[in-house]
């Protein structure tokens, strides 16, 4: 497994303004209005009151968890809302903690109903918890093994959950006919990419330039692929 490094970079010690967001985004190649900006704002500050009893994630510094998680997580949906073209999809979030990518997702597509599974019981309750706050009626928590799930997905993703063939492997079951995987990765995982069995085809891999955080980032996407001779 290749984690999503959590170290380094970040604008500092200082809460976020939504202005602040609103141009990152920007840079990201997304128009915030000022309400969504707010909206995710709330949700940061939610993770870091849960995060002082509950220890939803290793990164506590408001600045840092500003550009390592939130805007870390809105780099992706610029590339998924392109995937998707439109269509009001199904998105499973695996291992999603406190809901990173997933929640940040819901927030700025309510078109795709979200899902965000955790085994840890305090994850999957903190993600209802932020639902429930901020009226996001597209986001479910589930906590349960991704091994326990039914139903089929056209987009499954995670963030630092797995290698790319033990995350592939586990969630194959739940993948939709057409559907895709977007794997969150730090720098590229050449050696995973090499390591993925032939019926799962690496389509397109996309290097992502977050605002604020000096690290590598890239999507990894894939799908089954085609048997011999199809």
Known sequence: MQPRDEAGGGPGNTQPSPTELIEAAARLG??????AAERMLAYLQL?????ATYNLTAVRDPGQMFSHHLLD??????PLRRHL?????RLLDVGSGGGLPGAVIAMLMPEVQVSCVDTV???AAFIRQVAGELGLRNLNAV???????DGRFDVITSRAFASLPDFCRLTRPLLAEQGAWMAMKGKLPADEMAALPSNIAVFHVEHLAVPSL??????VWM????????
């Open 73 to 78: 997580c809105v780099a992706v949906v610029p």
């Open 223 to 230: 799908r089954p692929a085609p048997a011999a001779g199809a």
């Open 214 to 219: 000096d690290a590598e980032r890239c999507l």
């Open 143 to 149: 906590h349960a093994r991704v091994e326990q799930l």
């Open 85 to 89: 073209a439109g269509a009001a999809g």
């Open 47 to 51: 993770l870091q009151r849960w995060n």
């Open 30 to 35: 997304m128009a915030l209005d000022p309400s």
């Open 121 to 123: 019981g305090k994850k």
